[in-house]
């Protein structure tokens, strides 16, 4: 009687990469495939920019910077008016302690302003996305911002200049009120990107993506 043959499945069947123990170590399977690029500790578990941290914080720093550069525009806006409204003789040169106060406190936030300028610069360099996009805003405009308050400084000392005209008063106010507000708005809109540089570095630390 004759035996027919057994077909049994060989031992190194279960040592392919599609079987057996040995499968879990390949790209698709097993221990491996969760510590590769696209599983594990290098997947969306870290930040892909070692620098996320120091990039948030200096988001963040320079959003506040510009938060208060703006309040402070907004301040010197509403006080320059009050205290044209309220003044009814001529200018007086008087060097008072007020306006020296003034001065400093003008001279504090523009070092601040610098200082948001170089704050941009390094996040715009770091940062990544959103983050990038809102700090490279923020810093455009501030050499706008000091454009735009240098011609409307330059048309205001023209108008001072040749002030015996009876037009003169109402030209300079009308100067200076564009000027201010066209410096407010150029803030405004430097200080939103500032908020959403921040806001978006701290997302993206949170989601390990910056």
Not at 26 to 36: A, C, T
Not at 79 to 90: K, R
Request: glycine letters at 16%.
């Amino acid at each position: 009687m004759s035996s027919t043959p057994q077909f049994q499945p060989s031992q190194p069947s279960g040592n392919q990469p599609f079987g057996g123990q040995p499968s879990g170590n390949q790209p698709f399977g097993g221990q491996q495939f969760g510590n590769q690029q696209y599983g594990g500790q290098q997947f969306g578990m870290q930040p892909s920019n070692p620098n996320a941290g120091t990039v948030r914080i200096l988001a963040i720093v320079m959003a506040a910077l510009s938060l208060l550069g703006l309040l402070y525009q907004v301040i010197s806006m509403i006080s320059g008016f009050i205290s044209g409204a309220v003044s009814t003789d001529a200018a007086s040169t008087d060097v008072t302690g007020a306006s020296v106060a003034s001065g400093l406190i003008g001279l504090l936030f523009g070092g601040i302003s610098i200082l948001v300028f170089v704050l941009a610069i390094i996040v715009a360099i770091m940062g990544r996305g959103r983050t990038r996009t809102g700090a490279i805003i923020c810093g455009a405009l501030l050499p706008v911002n000091l454009i735009v308050s240098f011609v409307a400084g330059m048309i205001i000392g023209i108008i001072v200049a040749s002030s015996a005209s009876s037009g003169g008063g109402v030209a300079l106010g009308i100067v200076a009120l564009i000027g201010g507000l066209l410096v407010l708005l150029i803030k405004t809109v430097g200080t939103v990107a500032a908020i959403i540089s921040a806001k978006s570095a701290h997302e993206a630390v949170r989601a390990g993506s910056l």
